[in-house]
């Protein structure tokens, strides 16, 4: 805390989107040095996958900066409101979730999220340690700090008004809960995605209404999967998970684009992206892949899975280890694509073989009905391999 500070901020702002505002940051910077007390910094996740991908570890990158600049980090588990779902980004309503899955999900964050923060600093909350515990009538309470008109104005639900599309009650009014996390921590400051921006406003607003300072907001952007499009998330299948196993993280990110590499370097890494940018794409990404994987798994991991890409792509070799698929000589391409788990789907099966991403020992596979009646090497795509036994 006793760095200059705009040297923290300088800090605090690489890979943000957004900031409301830098000025009142600077103001309780300031303060905190004043006072020597650390800043209060919230940060919410709702358990609804057991797993945390690369797309979650943006937000946790920038929790462990401010913990290495001396402030106070709220890891916030929202196994109350993990049970509603968050709307944000939502075209239609989520799946409802039990009590007990929730539980399971959030059982899982604290060993992952000890490979990027210092757990013995941390703050762990859950949020139903108050909303268990509230009664209707403090709940109605509560719904009048806030009105429908504001909540209407939330661009998904716009979207979804102009659609004929349903909001349903739970959704509307998770924005307030998520407010009142704020208030009952009374955070410094709370960061999320780009997606999430009305929420963490709606805490604000509700801090003030509680007659609090109001919370700094400071937003990262989403990144995107590996497919380049879509923000990462499970659901979409675009996800690199950070307890994957390494051979598989190091596949998964020399599959980017070259664009998108720069990004990942930019919000999951501390390197200097001018250096990065004259690095030639391969390179940068084979480096990239090893940070990564160092930091979820080991040094010696990423130098292997760094040695076996080299190995077979630059040395146009197999795989020393690889999955045995054993076959009685009458399924088709599509079957064993899909029953071994090289393809998720029949559909991805399908334009797996259509884009001529398939091979058989050596030679392009060019009709989806073709049966591997042989013994041999299959692959998919660059960098997946399946040996078939009759």
């Avoid at 990942?264 to 200097?272: A, G, I, M």
């Amino acid at each position: 805390m006793k760095m200059d500070i705009n040297k923290q901020l300088e800090i605090i702002k690489r890979g943000v989107a957004e900031l409301i505002s830098e000025d009142e940051l600077r103001k309780k910077l300031e303060q905190s040095i004043k006072v020597s007390k650390p800043l209060k910094i919230k940060a919410g996740f709702d358990p609804t996958a057991p797993d945390l991908h690369l797309g979650h570890t943006v937000l946790l990158r920038k929790l462990r900066q401010f913990q290495e600049l001396g402030h106070e980090v709220y890891f916030l588990i929202g196994d109350f409101t993990g049970r509603i779902g968050d709307p944000s980004g939502r075209s239609e309503i989520r799946k409802q979730l039990t009590k007990q899955e929730v539980a399971k999900n959030a059982k899982t964050y604290k060993k992952q999220v000890a490979k990027i923060l210092d757990i013995r600093k941390i703050k762990i909350v859950f949020n139903s340690k108050w909303f268990d515990r509230m009664k209707g009538l403090e709940f109605g309470k509560l719904l009048t700090y806030y009105t429908a008109n504001r909540l209407l104005e939330r661009e998904d639900f716009t979207q979804r008004r102009n659609n004929k599309k349903p909001i349903f009650m739970s959704e509307f009014i998770y924005p307030v809960l998520q407010g009142y996390d704020s208030v009952v921590l009374k955070a410094d400051v709370e960061i999320g995605g780009t997606d999430q921006i009305f929420n963490l406003l709606v805490g604000r607003d509700l801090q003030s209404s509680f007659s609090q300072p109001q919370q700094v907001v400071l937003t990262m952007p989403l990144l995107e999967g590996t497919d380049g499009v879509q923000k990462m998330s499970k659901s979409y299948g675009n996800y690199i998970g950070i307890n994957e196993p390494a051979k598989d993280i190091f596949g998964k990110i020399m599959s980017i684009s070259d664009e998108l590499m720069l990004k990942y370097y930019e919000l999951l890494t501390d390197e200097d992206l001018d250096s990065v940018k004259e690095m030639h794409p391969k390179e940068a990404k084979v480096k990239l892949a090893k940070i990564i994987i160092t930091q979820y798994h080991s040094q010696q991991a990423a130098e292997k899975e760094a040695e076996e890409f080299s190995r077979v792509f630059s040395q146009k070799e197999v795989p020393q280890d690889m999955p045995v698929f054993k076959t009685d000589g009458k399924k088709n391409i599509l079957v064993i694509l899909t029953e071994s788990k090289l393809a998720a789907s029949g559909n991805e099966a399908r334009r797996l073989v259509k884009q001529g991403a398939v091979s058989f020992n050596n030679a392009k596979v060019e009709k989806d009905d073709f049966v591997l009646n042989e013994a041999g090497i299959l692959k998919a795509g660059s960098r997946r391999f399946l040996k078939i036994e009759i």
